[in-house]
């Protein structure tokens, strides 16, 4: 089969990866991909936002399955743009995607569902919203509605932070229209645990929990980033816990979703806080972690793109899914001066010196035929062992063999789990 993915980051990487072990894939291709997706795909200068130019691309190369990646295209409604066409795709349609697209909707539909989350109320206009937020005490939560390359959430610590959050995203318009409503939401607290489930209306079959890094420093201390690396399992975290999360939260959200006449088809993403009173919802994704597919794919036994067709044929409920116990940890290598701004263009060194790891490029591009950065987050080195300790240690090896100027990672990746 012919095979187009759409992204070009580390989770695409660990996608094009997976999915060229199938005996199956007889040509991949990744639109527009990086440095590192070259290796194993074909990569094509099409942008994600460019429907008209993957569609025709697809019709040209007889492509058999579209799968899509990042969250933009899915919010705009590339599922649909290529269903309209009969290109086969793998991801949720526009009216599904909304759970990531929109903080407000999901909020409702988790509050008419009993869904736990946290409590909540939504505002779209800016007095309103600062004179409710006066009332409440802090930390409190602040949301714009919209998509914001992850930076759409402030946990503040003081009201007077919560109110400058309040203030940048509904009236200066930091996010754009992203910021026409927001979610004022309760602080959690507990651990948080990531479950992507392959997902067919009201089937759920979990992947393996993984456990994201988000802050860019050691500790959780600085900016958010997109994340700055993961592991899997959680050996910290009871099964019934996990268990309790996918019957009370990520299976009656598929449900609803069909309830509701948005069904969900693709990778359902849930984004989850381990509270003293049970897991709880803080959000939902319509696609595939990054970088939690980094540490989840490395463990999938089964081929991927036998899930994904069995999904989009709908009969995902019969197939047998199956995963490995290694332990897999996967450490950021980031661009000096990231989540802000950095530098690109820098040489790497070393790649051909790793010798136990997957190297997953997330910001890479080639320059004369060498490979450079050209992203804040530029690889994703991803290690297996038989247990976190193992694959901690292996990870941290292997990143200290690549080399960039300014290269900044984590050095307390999966140390929660060491137990
Ligand atoms: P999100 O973009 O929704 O994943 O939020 C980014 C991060 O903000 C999460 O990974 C959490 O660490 C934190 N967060 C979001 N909502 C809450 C909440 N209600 N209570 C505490 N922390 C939260
Ligand atoms: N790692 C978090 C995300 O993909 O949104």
Request: proline fraction near 6%.
């Amino acid at each position: 089969m012919r095979i187009l993915v759409v992204g070009g980051g580390g989770r695409e990487h660990a996608i094009c990866w997976a999915l060229k072990k199938s005996p199956k894939v007889q040509e991949l291709f990744c639109a527009p991909g990086n440095g590192g997706i070259a290796g194993v795909a074909e990569c094509v200068p099409i942008q994600v936002n460019q429907f008209e130019e993957i569609a025709q691309f697809a019709i040209d190369r007889s492509i058999d399955l579209v799968v899509i990646g990042p969250d933009d295209p899915l919010y705009e409604g590339i599922v649909d743009h290529l269903e309209a066409k009969q290109i086969p795709v793998f991801g949720p349609r526009k009216n599904a995607a909304i759970i990531e697209g929109s903080k407000v909707f999901t909020k409702q539909l988790l509050k008419k569902y009993n869904i736990p989350t946290a409590a909540y109320e939504s505002f779209d206009n800016y007095e309103d919203a600062a004179a409710y937020l006066r009332k409440q005490k802090a930390p409190i939560v602040i949301k714009a509605d919209g998509l914001a390359a992850g930076k759409g959430v402030v946990v503040a610590q003081t009201l007077e932070e919560a109110e400058k959050a309040l203030h940048d995203i509904m009236v200066a318009k930091v996010f754009g229209e992203s910021g026409n409503q927001v979610v004022i939401e309760e602080f959690l607290t507990g651990q948080e645990m990531s479950i992507l489930s392959f997902v067919d209306g009201e089937t759920v079959r979990p992947m393996v929990p993984a456990q994201d890094h988000k802050p860019v420093f050691d500790n959780d201390k600085g900016p958010n980033t997109g994340g700055m690396g993961t592991y899997t399992p959680l050996p910290h975290i009871p099964q019934s816990i996990i268990d309790e999360a996918i019957e009370t939260i990520i299976k009656p959200t598929a449900k609803a979703m069909v309830a509701e006449g948005r069904p969900f088809c693709g990778v359902l993403f849930a984004g989850l806080m381990l509270t003293p009173n049970g897991p709880k919802t803080i959000e939902f994704n319509a696609r595939f972690g990054d970088p939690e597919t980094q540490v989840v794919l490395p463990r999938l036994k089964t081929d991927l793109l036998d899930i994904f067709l069995a999904a989009i044929n709908g009969c995902l409920d019969r197939m047998n899914i199956e995963w490995s116990d290694e332990a897999a940890v996967c450490v950021i290598l980031a661009s000096e001066g990231y989540p802000g701004s950095y530098s690109k263009g820098l040489p790497i060194e070393g790649l051909d010196e790793v010798q136990d790891a997957l190297v997953f490029h997330a910001g890479t591009a080639v320059k004369d035929g060498s490979i450079v950065t050209s992203g804040g987050r530029v690889l994703g080195v991803t290690a297996l062992g038989r247990d976190i300790a193992e694959a901690r240690a292996k990870a941290y090896a292997e990143a200290d063999r690549i080399r960039f100027q300014g290269k900044h990672y984590r050095t307390d990746i999966a140390k929660k789990a060491l137990v």
